[in-house]
């Protein structure tokens, strides 16, 4: 027989986010737009804040990124090559240059001045290419956070992921905020049982953080495995997370083991990446990057995989909501509440949405 749970209406919205299906995000800022192995001289397309963006690298191995819509008859740019560094138009053949302007129409002799597109500045950084999505000349890289720094350290190992979701990226920073829900969405893929009670949380420069201290605490088999000792051990843990910027987060799980063994580590610190890029108001490009200053190198392909396997709880969670907020005839009468454990969360949607809110009365 059919499944009657599985029968649903109609999406009546396109998104549900902080503020309703309007905008949630700022565009005076730095984005992640793709890792820089993604992007090579063969042009590849990603929606970003509701644009089409063309990303290439030019002959030198700069990252580009354009509009990806031909301002001749519209065709996807991306679908066209690069030839040094112009990219062209895989319909009529014009060729634009990283600058956004026409270089060329093959027709005709002359090409216009006024035929060009929209180009975005860009950089690349700790092994990403980072979008600034708003008014060009405000784009300093120095708002890339540096606080990201250990992803070049050669000290480090790392190792990234992706996740495409159908859900608001604010929906994914208060989930990475609040980390009480490890005892019960993660409680079997993890073993993190002792978030139990809120965290201490500060805010300040445009920023909100939160810690815990866990003295005496069982070592969960994630933590476990690199640092070389057995499940179970009681050590001391330190976490805490920090909303860096609109797009980007960090978190860390540092271990302080009291009772070493020989040759063992006394301390070892792992930080959790999480970079949300807005595709629209319900869904998010999620890049992620896992590092640590241990264990050596991971094992790409099983760390993303289970990766992979608990961030998918956390996606399943979040579209669940997402797709059930879109189709409620009430939902624009819903109530949220908000407890003690939201408070890191609240206050980084309130940062977010101050950011916002004041582009929007710019614009105005």
Known sequence: MDDASALSPDPIRPGIGTSGTARNWPLNSWWVAAHGSEVSEKPIMRWIMELPIALYRTESQEAVALHNRCPHRWAPLHMGEVAGDRLICPYHGMEFEPSGQCMKVPTQDNTPSAIRIRAFPVEERYGFIWIWMGEASLADPELIPADLAY?????????????????????????????????????????????????????????????????????????????????????????????????????AVNIYDLDTEPNGLSECFARVVHLTTPVSVGKTHYYWVMARDHGGPYDVEQTRAFIGKVFAEDVTMLEATQDMARRAADQDEALEFSVSADRAGVTGRRLVAAMTDAEKMQQE
């Open 151 to 251: 992803l070049e350290d050669p000290a480090w190992y790392n190792v990234w992921g992706y996740k495409a979701v159908n859900a608001n990226f604010m929906q994914i920073k208060e989930n990475v905020l609040d980390l009480t829900h490890f005892s019960f969405l993660h409680k079997n893929s993890l073993g993190v049982t002792d978030w139990n009670r809120p965290p201490k949380v500060e805010s300040a420069n445009g920023r909100v953080t939160y810690s815990q201290f866990f003295e005496n605490s069982p070592l969960a088999a994630i933590y476990a495995a690199a640092a070389n000792k057995t499940p179970g051990k009681i050590v001391n843990r330190e976490t805490w997370g920090t909303q860096l910027s609109p797009g980007a987060h960090h978190s």
